[in-house]
């Protein structure tokens, strides 16, 4: 049967890379599915059509064509039984514009034509992937999850962005026979520049000493003191703990007496050993009508100390002067880049436009492992074509409840690699070479290093063909000259349980953009100490990991809050203000449904960008 699946492939013209291997998977296909050789090449020959493929026969594409033959046996059962109906875990069958459930519109409730496929079905695909479920579980009905509505609805946006369309609208102008061998249009491929990615796979973590705590402190401090002298604005730093009448200006650290919110215990200021011996003064803020302040924030604050005992605020100055950059202490040498064919692929743009999407985990529903939010954004992915796709963990979350039931027979490695790794080499395959992906992990990931900051996946671009790269946590990257930082930990929900304010009377209330401009300002993507408990600080590796050198032109910031995409202003003193996007994705999944994520068309400046939360 291998000669006969050998000759048919050479009747129609194809040339098998790997003879051998080739014919040993598709037997196995053939028998699996009872098909006749004919049958199995008139299967590659839509396969083929539909990805625009050349005619070698390559064993990297084995694996997407046997879902697409599962997909052909889902629709032939769907045919007899057309009352069965289970939501497929499949990214090529969501791809596919034959798809019942796509024609007719995502907005649609699902049709008893769009069933996905049999309790059967499902039994095979586990046996040849591996099962999940160690209690056998199978989807004899949609999941919650495919139940909702709604899909990809608008929930807000910045600026303006026609754009955002349903995948309806784009069936109703096509027609069906076309649709069935449509290619992807090509684009342009962004350049990529990784420019921040601390620790390295592999560090030494978990074994700071008290030394690595107290010089982390220190550096800060002495960081911003020097910044603010070297703007040439403020005075020579002063003791603040000593008395005096006259005004004074000192740099400090946000501190409490003892454990607790700063509105429950003294506020007290910790200067640098330079300039007070690491002495801590109590910090009077009677005087202010408007502050926001956090523990471990750095501060700079004019007042004066009559008494020797306590520091009477007059101003309060929280943001380091822009035109000043901090000194990270890092060597050019330390950034990559990760293409070492850049220049070739992406010549020197003219402007700096950049299309992205934006998506945090978890990836999967709490009442399964079928990863179907991340198969329904790689369809989305695959229609509106973004340059770059971000992708947050956690990936494999140790939150999930199959997880902490151990109810698991495959390893957390060997998940990563199935579900998340495997659905998006066939997203990159299927959208070809244009097709970019960033994944940063959390310290939720079960499969990675439970430590803050955090190294980045163990994956080789290369064998992803430089398309899929992993940055630490927190990273900074460059695409096509915009900048974007991210980080996983969830330090605006952190910043808002710890942080205290007063404004004026109709002053601003926009806390979100408030707890969001304390990163930039304070020039750290974990500004706060002591850290949460959830948060693993490993301080030997913050300084290089934590510090942002610069304001980024995309700040992401996954959080359990309300999702949002704004501008950020910051304002220095006789200073032209510096503007930044900054986005909550909000979560992909939530709970049994569906969540959010953030599609970003980035054009120029922050005021030319426009920006959308959809909810999938």
């Not at 699946?5 to 699996?32: H, M, N, P, V, W």
């Not at 990297?60 to 046997?66: E, R, T």
């Not at 330090?491 to 710890?498: F, G, N, R, V």
């Amino acid at each position: 049967m291998e000669e006969e699946i050998k000759a048919e492939f050479t009747r129609s013209g194809y040339i098998l890379d790997d003879e051998e291997e080739i014919c040993k998977q598709c037997l196995t296909f053939c028998i699996q599915y009872m098909l006749s050789p004919s049958d199995l090449v008139s299967s590659w020959d839509v396969y083929s059509l539909n990805r625009g493929l050349e005619l070698m026969v390559q064993t990297a594409h084995m694996g997407a064509f046997l879902q697409q033959l599962q997909n052909e046996q889902r629709d032939k059962v769907i045919a007899r039984e057309s009352s069965l109906h289970m939501y497929s875990n499949d990214v090529a069958m969501l791809l596919n514009d034959e798809d019942e459930d796509v024609k007719d519109g995502i907005l649609d409730t699902p049709t008893d034509k769009s069933a996905r496929a049999t309790e059967e079905l499902f039994d095979s695909a586990q046996k040849m992937r591996g099962s999940l479920f160690a209690s056998g579980k199978h989807l004899e009905s949609v999941t919650p999850f495919g139940q909702r509505k709604n899909k990809f609805v608008v929930q807000s946006t910045l600026n303006e962005h026609p754009n955002i369309q349903t995948i309806k609208e784009e069936h109703d102008h096509a027609n069906s026979e076309d649709d069935i061998i449509k290619r992807v249009q090509p684009n342009k491929r962004c350049s990529l520049l990784i420019n921040k990615s601390h620790p390295k796979p592999g560090c030494r973590f978990m074994y700071d000493r008290i030394e690595d705590k107290f010089n982390f402190l220190e550096n800060c401090i002495n960081n911003h003191a020097t910044t603010f002298v070297s703007s040439g604005r403020y005075e020579e730093i002063m003791d603040p703990s000593i008395a005096s009448q006259k005004s004074v200006f000192s740099v400090g650290m946000i501190c409490c007496e003892e454990e607790g919110r700063l509105k429950e215990k003294p506020i007290l200021l910790q200067s640098s050993v330079e300039h007070s011996g690491g002495q801590r003064v109590r910090l009077d803020l009677q005087k202010l009508n408007q502050f926001s302040i956090f523990p471990g924030q750095v501060v700079g604050i004019e007042g004066h100390n009559p008494s020797g005992h306590c520091l009477i605020a007059s101003k309060i100055v929280d943001c380091v002067p822009l035109s000043v950059s901090l000194n990270d202490n890092l060597p050019p040498g330390k950034k990559q880049a990760m293409d070492k064919d850049l220049h070739s692929i992406v010549p020197s743009q003219e402007s700096r436009e950049l299309s992205l999407i934006v998506a945090a985990g978890p990836f999967t529903t709490t009442d399964n492992l079928l990863f179907e939010p991340l198969s329904e954004l790689l369809a989305y992915a695959q229609r509106k074509q973004p340059q770059l796709l971000v992708l947050l963990g956690p990936f494999i979350d140790s939150d999930h409840p199959e997880i902490k039931k151990g109810s698991v027979h495959l390893t957390f490695d060997e998940m990563f690699h199935l579900q998340i790794l495997g659905k998006l080499q066939d997203y990159v395959e299927y959208m070809g070479s244009t097709a970019r992906v960033i994944l940063m992990p959390s310290v939720r990931d079960a499969n990675h290093d439970f430590v803050f900051p955090q190294p980045a996946f163990d994956i080789q671009p290369i064998d992803f063909n430089y398309q899929i790269h992993s940055v630490s946590n927190p990273g900074i990257f460059s695409a096509n000259e915009v900048k974007v930082a991210c980080c996983t930990v969830d330090i605006l929900k952190q910043l808002s349980a710890e942080e205290i304010s007063r404004n004026p009377q109709g002053g601003s209330k926009q806390r979100m953009t408030n707890l969001a401009n304390h990163i930039l300002k304070q020039r750290s993507f974990y500004p706060l100490y002591p850290p949460a408990e959830e948060v693993p600080l490993d301080f030997s590796l913050a300084w290089e990991a934590l510090h942002i050198s610069s304001v980024p032109d995309i700040l992401i910031l996954p959080s359990d809050l309300a999702h949002f995409v704004k501008i950020l202003s910051i304002e220095g003193e006789s200073e032209e203000p510096v503007k930044c996007i900054c986005v909550n994705p909000g979560k992909l999944a939530r709970g049994e449904g569906g969540g959010f994520f953030v599609e970003i068309n980035y054009k120029e400046n922050p005021d030319l960008a426009s920006a959308s939360v959809i909810q999938i």
